[in-house]
């Protein structure tokens, strides 16, 4: 399993009104002018149905705008880059997951670097990638799939939300994991995977529960496992690989918010006492273990150090797969 959040690091309502009460008359000022959380994929996916959730919760507390602006493509690295770029006033958010953050850098040559040109806040959610196929596909079950890479090796295709996504790594994964061989079809973002999927001109997607769960819930996806140590607690009939007989291919995404390197501290120590208040609201719960994930519950300097450790473990799993930017 990637990572599961420690929740006694948890900061409390508590902690957090203490730490608006602490900052400085200037860093109360903050923020003057309207946040704008910048997200590397398409709307209607996961990382989109997080930001906006953030946004809504952050714009009273702010008494500021805070607009979500999708800027999809290149692995989710445009808006890090954006992000990486922008003034250093804190205005400016990335909601990020591991695939610009610890995958697309060993695939991307890159005009910044995400793990000094963007300053961790905090993790927003674990999700498990879930195996999916059309609710009109034969394939009833994992072996199902497996039996059919094994009599067509090459031959099924597999969606993804773009080359050196975490759906992409999870696909490669299983196939490492099972001995077999499929096609990679990367997309912009998973709701554009969905359409294919459903159409069945893709066979299947290794897709975040967070953007999968919605298609499964309306009877479009059949969920096939769940690429994780255990169930997924909104999908408990659906087993895990390992429950399906496949070990070694369990993938997460995780989601992170960041800002531009170099903002004010006063700023960034306000943006984290806001993530973490807003992190323990239970509507906010309630909507993450809706997507099937975890609400992330670690300190800002635990979820810097989670990034490091993630980055350097998808180096050595990009390699020993031997992918490459063209998707192969």
């Known amino acids: 399993m990637l990572f599961r959040p420690a929740r006694r690091h948890a900061l409390g309502l508590a902690a957090s009104a203490l730490l608006f009460a602490a900052l400085p008359a200037t860093a109360q000022t903050w923020p003057d002018k309207p946040l704008r959380?910048?997200?590397?994929?398409?709307?209607?996916?996961?990382?989109?149905?997080l930001a906006r959730m953030?946004?809504?919760?952050?714009?009273?507390?702010?008494?500021?705008?805070?607009?979500?602006?999708?800027r999809p493509g290149?692995?989710?690295?445009?808006?890090?880059?954006?992000?990486?770029?922008?003034?250093?006033?804190?205005?400016?958010?990335?909601?990020?997951?591991?695939?610009?953050?610890?995958?697309?850098?060993?695939?991307?040559?890159?005009?910044?670097?995400?793990?000094?040109?963007?300053q961790p806040v905090g993790l927003v959610a674990v999700m498990p990638n879930v195996l999916v196929v059309s609710a009109a596909s034969p394939y009833r079950s994992v072996?199902?799939?497996?039996?059919?890479?094994?009599?067509?090796?090459?031959?099924?295709?597999?969606g993804s939300s773009g080359v050196g996504s975490t759906q992409h790594i999870a696909g490669e994964a299983f196939t490492l994991a099972t001995g077999t061989k499929a096609i990679h079809v990367p997309y912009k973002g998973s709701s554009q995977a969905h359409i294919d999927i459903i159409g069945g001109a893709v066979t299947m997607m290794f897709d975040s529960t967070s953007s999968a769960m919605g298609q499964i819930r309306n009877g479009k996806l059949r969920?096939?496992?769940?690429?994780?140590?255990?169930?997924?607690?909104?999908?408990?009939?659906?087993p895990t690989m390992a429950e399906a007989g496949y070990k070694g291919s369990d993938v997460q995404t995780w989601y992170g918010l960041?800002?531009?390197?170099?903002?004010?501290k006063p700023a960034v120590d306000a943006l984290v006492g806001e993530l973490q208040r807003v992190l323990k609201l239970p509507d906010v719960q309630a909507r993450i273990k809706g997507l099937g994930g975890e609400v992330g519950a670690v300190s800002a300097d635990q979820f810097a150090e989670m990034n490091r450790q993630e980055?350097?473990?998808?180096?050595?799993?990009?390699?020993?797969?031997?992918?490459?930017?063209?998707?192969?």
């Open 143 to 158: 072996k199902d799939i497996v039996t059919a890479m094994t009599e067509q090796p090459g031959m099924l295709k597999y």
């Open 258 to 264: 960041y800002v531009t390197a170099g903002t004010p």
């Open 54 to 70: 953030l946004a809504d919760k952050f714009a009273p507390d702010f008494k500021q705008t805070v607009v979500v602006e999708n």
């Open 37 to 49: 959380i910048m997200v590397g994929a398409s709307p209607g996916g996961g990382t989109d149905i």
């Open 311 to 328: 980055f350097e473990r998808f180096r050595k799993l990009v390699k020993d797969a031997n992918i490459k930017a063209d998707g192969s």
């Open 74 to 118: 290149a692995s989710n690295t445009i808006a890090a880059d954006l992000t990486a770029h922008a003034a250093a006033d804190g205005s400016t958010l990335l909601l990020a997951t591991n695939t610009g953050q610890a995958i697309a850098p060993h695939l991307l040559k890159l005009k910044f670097d995400p793990l000094k040109d963007l």
């Open 223 to 238: 969920a096939l496992a769940v690429m994780s140590d255990q169930r997924a607690a909104e999908l408990p009939d659906v």
